[in-house]
C-alpha cells in the first residue's frame, strides 16, 4: 500500500532532549516535506527536501534539522526541544514539485515539558 | 507566508444540505489544491485546480477558480455525516516555493 510512515506516533519529552521524528515513504516520490500543525495558526512547513541531499527551509526551521540521505527517508531532528515545539506534526511527499498532490503521513503528536 | 484563506472558519449544516467553502488568496499562482483533514490525521488530496481551468468536478465535489478575484470555491453536494472534517486550501505560485496551506474550514455535517 502506498503510504507515508512517521514514527512515533505520539511522543512526550523533556526540554533538552534530543529527538527523531522518523519518516518514510513507499512510492519513489522526489519531494518530501514536514509542517507543523498549531491551533489558530494553520499548517507552516518547516523544511522541505526536493531530492536526495538537498533540503531547503520553509516558514519556521527555527530548532529543527533534517537530512536526506535517501530517497524514501526524511526525518526531522529536534536537537535541543523547547516547549514551544510541543505541536502536531506531519510528513509528507509527492512525486515532483509541481502539479503533484501531496501524500500525508498520519502525524506526530509531541509534547515538550 | 500565509496565502490562502478559508472562509468561512467553521459551517455546520444538515446531512443532505450542501457545503460551500471559499478560499481567496493574494498573489498569482499555478494552480490551487483542496484537502481534507479528519480529527488530528493527516491531509488528504482531493482535487487540483490549474490556473487555466475554472471548474472542476470529482464525485459530490465541485471546485470553481475565479483568477480575476483570486479566489476559488469547494462545493460539496448532498453532504454526508462522513464529510465532517476540516478543509484546507492550498496554493502552489511556483516551482521552487512551497504548497502554502490555509488555516482551514472546520466542516460539522449533522445526521
Known amino acids: 500500500e502506498a503510504q507515508v510512515t512517521q514514527n512515533p506516533r505520539y511522543l512526550i519529552t523533556v526540554t533538552g532532549k534530543k529527538l527523531t521524528v522518523t519518516c518514510s515513504q513507499n512510492?519513489?516520490?522526489?519531494?518530501m516535506s514536514w509542517y507543523r500543525q498549531d491551533p489558530g495558526l494553520g499548517l507552516r512547513q518547516i523544511y522541505y527536501s526536493m531530492n536526495v541531499e538537498v533540503t531547503d527551509k520553509g516558514d519556521v526551521p527555527e530548532g529543527y534539522k533534517v537530512s536526506r540521505k535517501e530517497k524514501r527517508n526524511f526525518p526531522l531532528i529536534l536537537e535541543s526541544p523547547s516547549p514551544n515545539q510541543t505541536s502536531l506534526y506531519f510528513c509528507a511527499s509527492s512525486q515532483g514539485r509541481v502539479l503533484s498532490p501531496l501524500h500525508f503521513g498520519n502525524g506526530t503528536r509531541l509534547t515538550v515539558t | 507566508s500565509q496565502q490562502g484563506e478559508e472562509d468561512p472558519q467553521a459551517l455546520s449544516i444538515q446531512e443532505g444540505e450542501n457545503a460551500t467553502m471559499n478560499c481567496s488568496y493574494k498573489t498569482s499562482i499555478n494552480n490551487l489544491q483542496w484537502y481534507r483533514q479528519n480529527s488530528g490525521r493527516g491531509l488528504v488530496h482531493l482535487i487540483l485546480?490549474?490556473?487555466?481551468?475554472r471548474e472542476k468536478h470529482s464525485g459530490r465535489l465541485r471546485v470553481t477558480l475565479d483568477t480575476s478575484k483570486k479566489s476559488s470555491s469547494l462545493l460539496i453536494t448532498a453532504s454526508r455525516a462522513a464529510d465532517t472534517a476540516s478543509y484546507f486550501c492550498a496554493t502552489d505560485t511556483s516551482g521552487n516555493t512551497p504548497l502554502v496551506f490555509g488555516k482551514g474550514t472546520r466542516l460539522s455535517v449533522i445526521a
Open positions: 485546480i490549474r490556473s487555466n481551468e
Open positions: 512510492m519513489n516520490h522526489e519531494y
